[in-house]
């Protein structure tokens, strides 16, 4: 089974406040060697959305990943 959420970061928008990664409950985020956001753990995802919901730059989007069908 993959991941079930795909996250994504506009990097354009994005001023690395750390909000997300203050409200995620699964730790998805991290911070890189220049203080940038990152994405270092998307399999954590659970679609909660709160890193959506409170990020002030509108700069994230967490969509469900659709499931291929196997007909």
Known sequence: MG???NIEINTKWCKNCGICLAFCPQK???WDEKQRIVISYPEKCTGCLL???R???????VRKV???SHE
């Open 3 to 5: 991941r079930s959420f």
């Open 28 to 30: 998805v985020f991290t």
């Open 51 to 53: 890193c959506e919901y």
């Open 55 to 61: 990020c002030p730059d509108l700069a994230i989007e």
């Open 66 to 68: 659709e499931e291929e």
